[in-house]
C-alpha cells in the first residue's frame, strides 16, 4: 500500500474558487430539484419519500423456500383479495422474498401477520422459513415519525450552535449553508431512487450532519489561521491555498470511508444497502460543500483579517498538482 500512497502528490495548487460560480449554479438547481422531490406531493407523513414502514406503519415478512425456487406471482395471488392495502413484494434471489403491507384498520396486527404467513405456506408449500417479521401499529409508527424528525431538528440546531460559538458570523453562515446543502441533496437522493425513508435513514443522516460539519471546520480551522499569517494575500488565494492544504486530510478519509461502506453496500444485505448508498452520498457532498459551498460563502460575504503583525507571504504559482 506504502507505494501507491506515495503516488499522491505532497502539495497541491487547485485553484477551487475559479470554479465557484459553476459549482453555485449546480448546488442551487441541485436543491431546488431535491426540495421538490422530497415535499411533492404534499401528502403525510413523507411527502415525496418512500415511506418505510417504520413512519407507515404495517407489516413486513422476509421469508425463503430455499432450496425450492420462489415464483413472486404465487405470493402475490396469495395476497390479494385478503384487504392489506397496497401489498408489495420483493425478491431477493430466487429462493427469497420480501412482503410488506398495511393492517387493515379493524383487525389486529398480529393476528394479520399470522394468518399471511398461514396462507403464504399454502401457496408455496412447506417448509417457508420465516427470516423477519416486523410490526409496527399506526400510533407507534406515528410517534416514531415525530421522533425523527425531532432528532433531526435537534442535530442541526446543536450543530448551529457550536457553530456560533466556534466560528465568526461569516464562518457561521458558510457551514450552515454546507449542512442545509448536504442535508437536502441526501433528501433529494431518497426521493428520486425511491429509497426507503426509515429510522434507518435517519440514522445515517444523523451521520452525515456531524460528518459534514466536520469537513466543514477542518477547512474553516485552517483558513481562518491563514487569514492571519497572510494578511495581505487576496481572499480568494487564501481560500484556496487553505483547501490545498488541507485537501490530503479530506480526500483519504472520505476515501476511506467510502470504501467500508462500499463493502458494507455489496455484502451488508438489503436492510444496510440503502443506508450504505445514502453514507456514501452524504460524505462525497459533505466534501463538496466544504469546498464549493462554505468557503465560497466567505468569498461572497468577505471577513475580517486578524490582529497578527505579520507581514504578508507570497502566494505559491498556481497550476496542477505537483509534487516536490
Not at 465557484?20 to 421538490?36: D, E, P, R, T, Y
Not at 465568526?168 to 441526501?186: C, K, R
Not at 438489503?270 to 469546498?291: D, H, K, Q
Amino acid at each position: 500500500m506504502w507505494p501507491l500512497i506515495k503516488i499522491l502528490p505532497v502539495k497541491t495548487n487547485f485553484r477551487f474558487v475559479s470554479f465557484a460560480k459553476f459549482a453555485a449554479a449546480f448546488s442551487i438547481i441541485a436543491v431546488i430539484a431535491s426540495l421538490a422531490a422530497t415535499l411533492l406531493p404534499f401528502k403525510g407523513p413523507c411527502g415525496g419519500l418512500n415511506c418505510g414502514i417504520d413512519f407507515r406503519g404495517g407489516t413486513v415478512l422476509e421469508f425463503s423456500t430455499a432450496p425450492r425456487a420462489l415464483d413472486p406471482g404465487v405470493v402475490r395471488e396469495a395476497l390479494s383479495g385478503r384487504g392489506l392495502g397496497d401489498v408489495q413484494v420483493q425478491s431477493f434471489d430466487a429462493t427469497s422474498a420480501m412482503v410488506r403491507f398495511e393492517t387493515p384498520p379493524n383487525m389486529n396486527a398480529n393476528q394479520t401477520a399470522e394468518g399471511v404467513k398461514s396462507a403464504l405456506t399454502q401457496a408455496l408449500g412447506a417448509p417457508v422459513k420465516f427470516a423477519r417479521t416486523e410490526v409496527v401499529g399506526p400510533k407507534v409508527s406515528g410517534e416514531l415519525f415525530r421522533g425523527g424528525i425531532i432528532a433531526l431538528g435537534l442535530a442541526i440546531g446543536l450543530m448551529m450552535v457550536y457553530i456560533w460559538f466556534r466560528f465568526e458570523l461569516q464562518f457561521g453562515l458558510g457551514a450552515v449553508a454546507g449542512l442545509f446543502h448536504d442535508i437536502i441533496l441526501t433528501f433529494g437522493l431518497i426521493a428520486f431512487f425511491n429509497l426507503e425513508f426509515s429510522l434507518t435513514t435517519i440514522a445515517a443522516l444523523l451521520t452525515i450532519i456531524g460528518y459534514s460539519m466536520n469537513d466543514t471546520v477542518v477547512v474553516f480551522d485552517r483558513l481562518r489561521e491563514n487569514l492571519r499569517k497572510y494578511k495581505k494575500m487576496p481572499l480568494g488565494d487564501v481560500i484556496d491555498l487553505s483547501i490545498n492544504e488541507t485537501l490530503s486530510r479530506t480526500v483519504i478519509t472520505g476515501l476511506t470511508a467510502v470504501l467500508a461502506l462500499g463493502g458494507l453496500a455489496v455484502f451488508g444485505g438489503e436492510t444496510l444497502f440503502g443506508f450504505s448508498i445514502i453514507m456514501i452520498f452524504g460524505i462525497v457532498f459533505g466534501t463538496y460543500s466544504s469546498i464549493y459551498v462554505g468557503a465560497p460563502i466567505i468569498l461572497l460575504w468577505g471577513v475580517k483579517r486578524g490582529d497578527d503583525d505579520e507581514p504578508a507571504k507570497p502566494i505559491v504559482p498556481t497550476g496542477s498538482a505537483v509534487r516536490p
